[in-house]
């Protein structure tokens, strides 16, 4: 169908996004190669030019070109000592056309946009590749930037030590202990670079490679995590940017950050459980579940309360078993993309009869250790945690009780729970003062970062922003689990500047 104009209604509510690559959700590294008010640029002097050579890699288009460029490491100290970003670019197709570059920006925190010219950037409508140069960057302490480790045991890379699980009776102090254990195996080997990982910090080597580029103004079409990063850079260099669109949403309460990312999850799942509930019991589906929709979440809640009791081992895996939690993590991993939907009814279907699928593939430990800690980094350096294990176990207890598919997680005691450095700046705060230049896009029911959140974006940047709010299933909204019509009204304005007046939905 054609979207309907709404005047969409603003409210607060809670927010989303697991934000963990890291911890979790996000894209792993592409196989590429006294402090200021965060509401004040650092600045620093111009970079030098770009000197582009051959990228690193396979499956990529011949005509991407990477580089590395210089940034403080401390933009206190802006002449101090310097890292490296490494950066990417695609040219324009058009020159004669060309109106200037678009930045992608990588979900995670601890994604990289590095392959994305080549990967996703193939994707845009050609007219828009025609009149941008599409560059991708991997954030500070990447691998391909300078790179920064934890040094975890190989227990700690797992997914459900990192997203929070509490025990199956409740019990937080396992994860305190976790939070302890990861965050001094931070502090011990990621030196000052761990410590100088943060979101303002991203926005402020984003405004170096736009200088870099000898851009004016900058474009960016920003993902999940990446919306945060966009809507920072957009606070932080208000007249640098150009046509920006945020897809995916988080909440940029600015008093939570990533603790309400986490929290969201409980929200996320909710409301894109029924979705999988009505494909796993459509008649025909080689891997139905249930009779009928209703039956699929008790199911669920009983064959994970089986798992805690009685583990199934699972060679290869990490942990080597499929408990409750690692039952709960592949489901809410699913929940971010229909494709998934299969394989998470394989698993189920499997574990109702003792057994177990082969293990899933699994990033080497060395991309582990280096996305887990710059995930972890940003998360903690954003905000102070709490550092109470009966914060932590009060907020599990509630959690449990009203959101039984997450078992409490998104309340629990991260690494950041025990990180053992303050933040350095207060995080910044998204207002609307700024041009009207952003573009959101956010399908109705995503697990990481759902409409609830995103619509406290958008009452942040208020007259900033207009938003697509699309009726679709699934985490990233344009050009992956959206509609046509987002993904037209999306394309229209990258190309053409043209922006709805008002909020749409696109059903």
């Not at 954030?139 to 227990?155: D, E, F, I, K, M």
């Not at 509490?166 to 195996?185: E, L, Y």
């Not at 509930?277 to 009779?291: E, I, Q, T, V, Y």
């Not at 573009?439 to 938003?467: C, F, I, Y």
């Given at each position: ?83 490296t970003i490494a950066v990417s670019r695609i040219p324009a197709e058009r020159p004669e056309a060309r109106r200037g570059a678009l930045l992608l920006i990588a979900g995670g925190p601890g994604g990289s946009s590095l392959g994305d010219p080549s990967g996703k950037g193939r994707k845009l409508p050609q007219r828009v590749r025609d009149t941008h140069d599409l560059i991708g960057f991997e954030p500070r302490g990447l691998a391909r930037s300078t790179p920064v480790s934890c040094g975890l045991g ?245 959690s449990r009780a009203a959101h039984p598919l997450t078992a409490g997680m998104p309340r629990n005691a991260m690494p950041c729970a025990a990180w053992p450095t303050v933040p350095k700046e207060p995080p910044v705060r998204i207002t609307d003062r700024g041009p009207s230049n952003i573009l959101l896009v956010q399908n109705e029911r995503d697990p990481n970062t759902p409409l609830s959140g995103a619509l406290k974006m958008r009452e942040a940047l208020g007259r900033r922003a207009t938003m697509v ?39």
């Amino acid at each position: 169908m054609a979207h309907t104009r709404t005047k969409t209604t603003i409210t607060r509510a809670t927010a989303l996004l697991a934000a963990c690559a890291a911890l979790g959700g996000a894209s792993l590294a592409a196989p590429l190669a006294g402090p200021a008010s965060a509401s004040t640029p650092r600045t620093a002097s111009t970079p030098p030019a770009l000197d582009w050579t051959t990228c690193a890699g396979t499956g990529l288009d011949p005509r991407q070109r990477c580089a590395t460029l210089d940034v403080p490491m401390d933009y206190d100290d802006p002449d101090g000592k310097k890292i490296t970003i490494a950066v990417s670019r695609i040219p324009a197709e058009r020159p004669e056309a060309r109106r200037g570059a678009l930045l992608l920006i990588a979900g995670g925190p601890g994604g990289s946009s590095l392959g994305d010219p080549s990967g996703k950037g193939r994707k845009l409508p050609q007219r828009v590749r025609d009149t941008h140069d599409l560059i991708g960057f991997e954030p500070r302490g990447l691998a391909r930037s300078t790179p920064v480790s934890c040094g975890l045991g190989h227990a700690d890379l797992a997914v459900t030590a990192l997203r929070p699980w509490p025990a199956p009776d409740g019990s937080v102090t396992g994860n305190m202990a976790t939070a302890r254990r990861i965050s001094q195996a931070c502090a011990r080997n990621g030196g000052d670079l761990i410590r100088s990982i943060s979101t303002a910090n991203n926005a402020r080597d984003i405004d170096r490679i736009r200088a870099a580029l000898g851009e004016r103004k900058i474009s960016a079409w920003a993902v999940s995590y990446g919306t945060y990063v966009g809507a920072v850079y957009s606070r932080l260099f208000p007249q640098r940017t150009d046509r920006i669109v945020l897809d995916s949403n988080d909440d940029p309460d600015h008093t939570r950050v990533g603790r309400g990312w986490l929290a969201a999850h409980e929200r996320g799942v909710e409301d894109t459980f029924p979705a999988f509930a009505a494909w796993a019991s459509a008649p025909g589906n080689p891997d139905r579940l249930a009779r009928t929709a209703a039956e699929v979440r008790p199911l669920f809640l009983r064959l994970a309360a089986r798992l805690d009791r009685a583990p199934i081992p699972w060679p290869g895996a990490n942990p080597e078993e499929l408990n409750g939690d690692v039952l709960r993590q592949t489901m809410l991993s699913a929940m971010a993309d229909p494709d998934r939907f299969p394989g998470l009814a394989r698993l189920i279907l499997a574990a109702e009869q003792g057994t177990v699928p082969p293990a899933p593939p699994s990033p080497p430990d060395a991309a582990l250790q280096n996305t887990i800690a710059v995930g972890t980094a940003t998360l903690c350096n954003d905000v102070a945690w709490p550092t109470s294990t009966a914060a932590y176990r009060e907020g599990v207890a509630r959690s449990r009780a009203a959101h039984p598919l997450t078992a409490g997680m998104p309340r629990n005691a991260m690494p950041c729970a025990a990180w053992p450095t303050v933040p350095k700046e207060p995080p910044v705060r998204i207002t609307d003062r700024g041009p009207s230049n952003i573009l959101l896009v956010q399908n109705e029911r995503d697990p990481n970062t759902p409409l609830s959140g995103a619509l406290k974006m958008r009452e942040a940047l208020g007259r900033r922003a207009t938003m697509v709010t699309v009726d679709s299933t699934g985490h990233d909204a344009y050009l992956a689990n959206g509609n046509a019509c987002g993904d037209r009204t999306v394309s229209r304005y990258l190309a053409t500047g043209e922006r709805p007046e008002e909020d749409i939905r696109c059903s």
